[in-house]
């Protein structure tokens, strides 16, 4: 028996830009909700210029935006927060991540929102809370995975290195979707919404928290070691033959007796004090490191990874984006789907969200700047001749 999307009969009104809120509104669409954009009329979000890379869309706008209605309106102009607010009264959910402030000063900050509609929820991002010493700081991604402590420990032991995805930005984005979801079933039980703050820098600092807590309580953090794990060894990519790379973890002294035996072909470093166990092969990195890449350069990288999966060794291929959009693992499981576009069909992944016998996500169009503009305002209860007149005016495009 097929069920209907989780989200079904939820609206959603976003005055959203970027990544973190887009990304979270774009996973509550997915689930079935309706969600309402609301972009300038000069440009739209801003993400809409990053790049012309999917067929002369930006991607990180067409990452976090199919399944929107986008609405072009000018919040600026008293009639443009008007309208905003008329939306508002008949959704369910509010999502904004414009800079700190500028919410409050518009009247369409969670607190305020949450005040004229106790069924609402009201979702504030912003890159460090709202109060404290960093409340108006400027928090992009890149800034906050500093902040943050991510890069300090990513890269190699010579040069620290950021993220190469906007982690800060997903973070928050994963947690605004998950709070949207924990306020909704709350209002189930006792008929109120209520504010969900997101900040930025909490969220990125919570995925921190094994190298947080590692430093906090063992008193030094992890040294930064590239692909290689910090405190594990084998545990590191190695060249192959035919020019690829293979990363293998070896768990336990029991794994690395395996591995010697039946990929390095040394079933004598098993019981060698050097190696035998993982203090020694961690102590002895180098070493360890060196015998594990002269086997594996003798393979091919599909001959190395056959070797391992036989001998029980955690293995992957250190995979290129190309490799990954024809991942054979994601097309045995039908993962991939087509997405309109103002630009015609493009490709797009799944959610990871797979609810058994029901639909499939609903992967909406991605909308053109102001799109749904005039069937928004009419179902707003415009009249042609108001909507006539906001367009001369430039309330709305």
């Known amino acids: 028996m097929s069920h209907p ?28 909700a309706r969600v309402i954009k609301i972009e300038r009329p000069d440009g ?18 067409v990452w976090c935006n199919r399944g929107k209605e986008s609405l072009a309106v000018d919040l600026k102009d008293p009639r443009g927060i008007g309208l905003v607010r008329r939306l508002v009264a008949d959704a369910d959910v509010f999502v904004q991540n414009l800079a700190q402030g500028a919410a409050q000063r518009l009247g369409l900050d969670a607190a305020t929102l949450c005040a004229a509609h106790p069924r609402l929820v009201a979702v504030d991002i912003s890159g460090y809370g709202p109060d404290g010493p960093y409340a108006h700081k400027r928090a992009y991604d890149m800034l906050v995975q500093c902040e943050a402590g991510l890069v300090s420990v990513t ?8 993220a190469g995805i ?4 997903i973070a928050a984005a994963m ?31 919570e995925w921190m928290g094994h190298p947080l807590h590692h430093g906090m309580h063992g008193g030094t953090a992890p040294a930064r070691t590239g692909v ?3 405190v594990i060894s084998p545990y590191d990519a190695y060249p192959t033959a035919d020019g690829g790379q293979v990363l293998l973890s070896v768990q336990n002294d029991r794994e690395w007796r395996r591995l010697a035996e039946s990929v390095l072909e040394r079933p004598e470093l098993a019981d060698d004090p050097a190696f035998a166990t993982n203090q020694a092969r961690t102590a002895n990195r180098e070493k360890t490191d060196a015998v594990v890449a002269e086997a594996l350069a003798r393979l091919t990288t599909t001959e190395a990874l056959a070797g391992l999966e036989a001998a029980g060794i955690a293995c992957a291929r250190l995979n290129t984006i190309a490799d990954l959009a024809d991942h054979p693992q994601l097309v045995a499981r039908s ?4 997405v309109a576009s103002p630009a015609g069909a493009l490709r797009a992944l799944l959610p990871p969200i797979t609810l058994p016998g029901g639909p499939d996500a609903r992967m909406g169009a991605i909308p053109a700047l102001g799109e749904h503009t005039d069937a928004l305002l009419r179902e707003a209860g415009l009249t042609p001749e108001e909507i006539a007149e906001l367009r001369e005016d430039g309330v709305v495009a």
């Open 175 to 205: 947690y605004a979707h998950s709070g949207v979801l924990a306020a909704l079933l709350r209002r189930a039980t006792t008929g109120r919404g209520g504010v969900v703050e997101i900040s930025m820098l909490e969220s990125l600092a």
């Open 44 to 61: 739209g979000d801003f993400a809409r210029g990053y790049d012309t890379a999917a067929q002369g869309l930006a991607s990180h706008f």
């Open 5 to 32: 999307l989780p989200l079904d009969g939820v609206t959603v009104v976003a005055v959203e830009q970027a990544v973190s809120a887009p990304f979270a509104t774009r996973q509550l669409a997915d689930l079935g």
């Open 228 to 230: 290689a794990h910090a």
């Open 166 to 169: 906007p982690a800060a930005d």
């Open 335 to 338: 993962r991939w789907r087509e």
């Open 155 to 162: 890269g190699t032991s010579e040069h620290p290195v950021k």
